[in-house]
């Protein structure tokens, strides 16, 4: 199917010579006049709801390449799984269902060696931190697995924290409790002692309500724009593991586009990582502050001996990491080191 379309309108300018003599030739083709440049449609097709930040973060880019190409782009956006489902973006991207897609990464596991050393525990400082990484990641190593497509901007969410309906001060409160979790994280909470618990986001106000599970690790965000601050007054901050995102254009749309086109998409690689980043970080800020002040929310700060335990139990994952993708023709420890090395980052 061809998404990307082109239109333009054509005006013609009629001159009469006089009465009842013949019409004058087109205004437009007698002087070689330009016509109007072509509009040039894209569509773009997003998983989670229209609220969220990967969808925010869709509308203002929207927004900057209309602008930036006065115009000459229109871009039609496709929240909630409206045109593509969260698993199949990225191939939908590929066969030409969209042109532009934002999925992540971890949602595939195995498929990107290189990126998904992104989602293990870093303890990144932030979003915008992380995300600026892999952006110079992405743009550094060029990896095989966005071969068939072209990279428009990466991001991530905020590190994980543990929101939880009972107190959890320390590791040891982890011990035991059924707590909705996924990918890295899951595993860094078996590794902890707790009890991960995979399902859908949907269905986490039902199973807290229920007791099914205990909390949520997750970026806190999701606080508010999932409400879950109304069962989980609790929250423990452990800067784990981030959600990786990207996105990616048809390789075949991207050709096609005229130069200054691709130019300003390019532009905005590195800046709409940053711009993401930033924002993710202000809004999981802000959604903490309600958390506070309408739910009473109590976040507890680790100790230093917990954070040392914290770091302990995570550096397996990283040494499993590089001998996973090994096997795969990856330089793991290559790619970790890239991630390690800005110390402001952390």
Not at 47 to 60: D, G, N
Not at 124 to 151: C, I, M, N, W, Y
Not at 224 to 251: E, G, W
Not at 272 to 298: M, S
Request: aromatic letters at 6%; hydrophobic letters at 45%; proline letters at 6%.
């Amino acid at each position: 199917m061809r998404v990307l379309t082109y239109a333009a309108g054509v005006c013609l300018a009629l001159g009469l010579a006089g009465c009842g003599k013949q019409k004058a030739p087109d205004a437009a083709a007698a002087t070689g006049a330009a016509t109007a440049p072509a509009t040039l449609t894209l569509s773009y097709a997003n998983f989670p709801p229209a609220s969220t930040f990967p969808c925010v973060q869709m509308e203002r880019w929207k927004q900057e390449v209309e602008k930036r190409t006065g115009g000459r782009v229109k871009v039609n956006t496709f929240p909630g799984g409206t045109l593509l489902g969260a698993k199949d973006i990225f191939d939908g991207v590929i066969a030409g269902t969209a042109d532009i897609g934002n999925f992540a990464m971890s949602y595939q596991p195995g498929r990107f060696p290189v990126s998904e050393a992104m989602d293990l525990p870093h303890f990144f400082s932030g979003a915008e931190a992380a995300s600026l990484l892999l952006a110079d990641l992405v743009a550094a190593l060029r990896p095989a697995e966005f071969e068939k497509v072209q990279v428009l901007t990466v991001f991530t969410c905020p590190p994980a924290v543990v929101m939880c309906a009972k107190p959890v001060a320390t590791l040891a409160d982890l011990q035991g409790l059924p707590l909705r979790s996924s990918g890295t994280g899951a595993e860094m909470m078996k590794r902890l002692g707790a009890a991960p618990v995979a399902m859908p986001q949907s269905d986490v106000p039902d199973a807290l309500q229920k007791g099914v599970v205990k909390g949520v690790v997750s970026s806190a965000e999701v606080l508010q724009d999932m409400n879950y601050a109304a069962y989980c007054p609790h929250l423990l901050k452990t800067d784990l593991n981030v959600i990786s995102f990207a996105v990616v254009m048809n390789r075949e749309r991207y050709a096609a586009l005229p130069a200054d086109v691709r130019q300003v998409l390019d532009g905005l690689y590195r800046e709409q990582a940053e711009w993401t980043g930033r924002y993710v970080d202000q809004h999981a800020q802000k959604a903490v502050a309600w958390a506070r002040a309408k739910h009473g929310l109590t976040v507890h700060e680790l100790s230093e001996a917990d954070r040392t335990a914290l770091r302990a139990a995570a550096q397996p994952l990283l040494e499993e990491y590089v001998a996973r993708v090994s096997a795969k023709g990856v330089d793991g420890r290559a790619v970790l080191g890239r991630l390690a090395a800005p110390a402001a980052a952390k």
